[in-house]
């Protein structure tokens, strides 16, 4: 049974894996590197309970229990130290995740799931840091986490059948929605998400239709809740980008080619 969780990384998505995580009763700790972005990540928290309780989807007694169970580090050894499951929302570099994964490893329990937020990498090329890369998976939430139902459960080629059951059982847990991806460039919805995005970015080049027409077409005639322009403003330019140069490159497939309006904006 998952009840400590410790994640790594205070930002965008952290913050909000953090959250559900306390929701979900689990004592959580949360590390960045520095004091300024840990407060700024409890700080988000915070604004998102407020948020719902204004909309009367949160009460002050869940909010206070949410908050309840967060503690804040500076340490990525203090976080992990007693976590039955860390949780990795580190920047999209693979570098930065390996070292991270590689001090995970020396201090998180022999026993601790250890898991990758990722939403494109190879999950073998972070799981080949651990000496029990058996205990790996990936756990690919989405933006803005206390909203979004879907969490990619990536296996890679060491992630045994009771890591990967353990991993679906908690995000069912967290009243989320899994889906069962291989490790592959992409996943499913990045794969899915970046050709949508980049075809969308070529028709604004084209001069095909204005950026809100476009968006519009998928949200009215595909019935998708935001359009793929609107969603690439939402992730980020800079993560569109460097998702898709990591996907056009191993894929080798020009429909992942950024576009050079993307790569100026």
Same mark, same amino acid.
């Given at each position: *049974?998952i009840? !400590?969780?410790a994640? =790594?990384g205070a930002g965008?998505m952290?913050?909000?894996?953090a959250q559900v995580? #306390?929701?979900a009763g689990c004592?959580v700790?949360?590390y960045d590197?520095?004091d300024?972005?840990?407060? /700024?990540?409890l700080? =988000?928290? $915070?604004?998102?309970?407020?948020k719902?309780?204004?909309?009367g989807?949160v009460?002050?007694e869940e909010?206070? %229990?949410v908050l309840?169970?967060l503690a #804040?580090?500076?340490?990525?050894?203090d976080a992990? $130290? %007693?976590?039955? =499951?860390v949780i990795?929302?580190a920047?999209?570099? *693979?570098e930065?995740k $390996?070292?991270?994964f590689?001090e995970?490893?020396d #201090?998180a329990?022999?026993r601790?799931?250890?898991?990758?937020?990722t939403?494109?990498l190879?999950?073998?090329?972070m799981?080949?840091?651990? /000496?029990?890369?058996?205990?790996?998976v990936?756990?690919?939430f989405?933006?803005?986490v206390h909203?979004?139902? =879907?969490v990619e459960?990536?296996?890679g080629?060491?992630?045994t059948?009771?890591?990967l059951?353990a991993?679906?059982?908690?995000?069912r847990r &967290?009243?989320?929605?899994?889906?069962?991806?291989?490790d592959?460039?992409?996943f499913?919805s990045?794969r899915l998400?970046i050709?949508?995005?980049?075809e #969308?970015?070529?028709?604004v080049?084209e001069?095909v239709?204005?950026?809100?027409d476009?968006d519009? %077409?998928?949200?009215l005639?595909?019935r998708h809740? *935001?359009?793929?322009?609107?969603?690439?403003d &939402?992730v980020?330019?800079?993560? $569109?980008?460097?998702i898709?140069e990591?996907?056009?490159?191993?894929?080798?497939s020009?429909a992942?080619?950024?576009p050079?309006?993307?790569? !100026?904006?």
């Amino acid at each position: *049974m998952i009840e !400590r969780v410790a994640v =790594l990384g205070a930002g965008t998505m952290g913050h909000g894996i953090a959250q559900v995580c #306390a929701a979900a009763g689990c004592d959580v700790a949360l590390y960045d590197v520095n004091d300024d972005a840990v407060s /700024r990540g409890l700080g =988000l928290i $915070r604004g998102n309970l407020e948020k719902g309780m204004e909309r009367g989807k949160v009460t002050e007694e869940e909010r206070d %229990a949410v908050l309840s169970h967060l503690a #804040a580090t500076t340490s990525i050894t203090d976080a992990v $130290r %007693a976590a039955d =499951l860390v949780i990795e929302a580190a920047p999209e570099v *693979m570098e930065i995740k $390996r070292t991270i994964f590689t001090e995970v490893d020396d #201090a998180a329990p022999a026993r601790a799931i250890i898991a990758t937020n990722t939403s494109s990498l190879s999950i073998a090329d972070m799981a080949d840091t651990l /000496r029990d890369p058996e205990r790996f998976v990936g756990l690919h939430f989405f933006n803005p986490v206390h909203i979004m139902a =879907l969490v990619e459960v990536v296996w890679g080629p060491a992630t045994t059948d009771a890591t990967l059951d353990a991993a679906v059982d908690f995000v069912r847990r &967290l009243g989320k929605e899994p889906v069962v991806v291989k490790d592959s460039p992409g996943f499913a919805s990045s794969r899915l998400g970046i050709v949508l995005g980049m075809e #969308a970015i070529r028709m604004v080049e084209e001069g095909v239709a204005t950026p809100q027409d476009i968006d519009k %077409a998928m949200e009215l005639g595909y019935r998708h809740p *935001m359009g793929p322009l609107k969603l690439t403003d &939402l992730v980020g330019l800079d993560v $569109r980008l460097g998702i898709a140069e990591y996907l056009h490159e191993t894929l080798d497939s020009e429909a992942f080619h950024p576009p050079e309006l993307l790569r !100026r904006m």
